[in-house]
């Protein structure tokens, strides 16, 4: 395993978890809330342009790497990383434990433009 050096870790991503609250009228909201704030490495991997419903919606893949925290467990349906405060990277499936020594992470993202 490479290891992740402090330097590396140039970026600042939120994570956040999808909770549900209850707007003014009493009926559920879904809304994102930030569970946590980690440097991470962040390196982008590709980008492409969908067509869905005759209209072009571009996409970029991105890795990220953090150091692996105890008690944060990340789920693809319930969690998302806030990146810069305008860019949303969701999570394309489990992050990886790599090596399984509970070391490091590594999450596989897609960011979709708005």
């Given at each position: 395993m490479k290891p992740l050096?402090?330097?590396?870790l140039r970026h600042t991503?939120?994570?956040?978890?999808l909770s549900s609250e209850q707007d003014?009228?009493?009926?559920?909201?879904?809304?994102?809330k930030t569970i946590a704030i980690r440097r991470c490495e962040l390196e982008p991997l590709s980008g492409r342009n969908a067509w869905l419903a005759q209209q072009v919606i571009p996409e970029a893949t991105h890795r990220i790497r953090l150091r692996y925290h105890?008690?944060?467990a990340l789920s693809a349906k319930t969690h998302r990383f806030r990146f810069q405060a305008s860019r949303i990277l969701y999570l394309l499936g489990p992050p990886v434990d790599i090596e399984e020594r509970h070391v490091l992470l590594e999450c596989t993202c897609?960011?979709?433009?708005?």
């Open positions: 050096k402090a330097g590396s991503i939120e994570i956040q978890e003014t009228f009493g009926s559920p909201q879904a809304t994102w105890k008690g944060l897609t960011e979709a433009a708005a």
